[in-house]
């Protein structure tokens, strides 16, 4: 007389009476044999590449800069410019304020975000793939890429600056570098330069 079988790992029967055992879909998995279900893969975990061997002995950690953020998948999905992660993660973390994802030209999520290069900055953003030099009338002065702060008056700096250098005696900016050569400044210096922005004061002033 016929006897039945247990299903083999990967596989299972949700019906009595059945020929034939049904193969675990993609996304889900079955360890153990005579099942009659099969198991969707956990968060950051896929059946990914792996075919049946996958699908007979559990699901495989989402590669770094790849995430799973629901259970049952098939495949993982890469995570956007500017974020990264590491192997087995249900998110993706974003680049904060100051750093950024530095690999060029092709970013990479796979690896970690790093901080701007002194002098640059995200201007206070996240998920930057690159860092800008603060404008000539600013520097980063925090020295953590966060944002450049203005320079104060009888103060100056050059583009990219970490520090706002003091004008020397007999010498001012009127109101930072940034705004030199508007009114009421006309005449005075039309264009800033970063190598000497500050200026003789007018006769009569000191």
Request: a negative charge; hydrophobic letters at 20%; aromatic letters at 6%.
């Amino acid at each position: 007389a016929p006897t039945c079988t247990e299903c083999d790992v990967g596989q299972y029967t949700d019906q009595t009476a059945q020929v034939m055992c049904k193969q675990c879909q993609p996304g889900t998995y079955q360890s153990a044999t005579g099942q009659d279900i099969c198991i969707d893969c956990p968060l950051g975990r896929s059946t990914g590449l792996g075919g049946y061997e996958t699908m007979a002995t559990g699901c495989e950690d989402c590669t770094a800069g790849q995430y799973a953020g629901t259970t049952g998948l098939a495949s993982c999905t890469r995570c956007d410019d500017g974020t990264y992660s590491p192997p087995g993660r249900s998110t993706c973390t974003s680049c904060v304020p100051g750093t950024y994802d530095h690999d060029q030209p092709d970013p990479d999520p796979a690896t970690e975000c790093v901080s701007c290069p002194l002098g640059q900055t995200t201007d206070g953003a996240e998920k930057q793939t690159s860092c800008v030099a603060c404008q000539a009338g600013f520097a980063d002065t925090n020295q953590d890429g966060v944002r450049c702060e203005t320079c104060s008056v009888g103060h100056y700096a050059p583009v990219g600056a970490v520090v706002c250098e003091t004008c020397p005696e007999g010498k001012t900016d009127h109101d930072g570098v940034h705004d030199m050569g508007t009114d009421p400044h006309t005449g005075r210096l039309e264009t800033p330069s970063a190598a000497s922005p500050c200026q003789w004061c007018d006769v009569g002033y000191y």
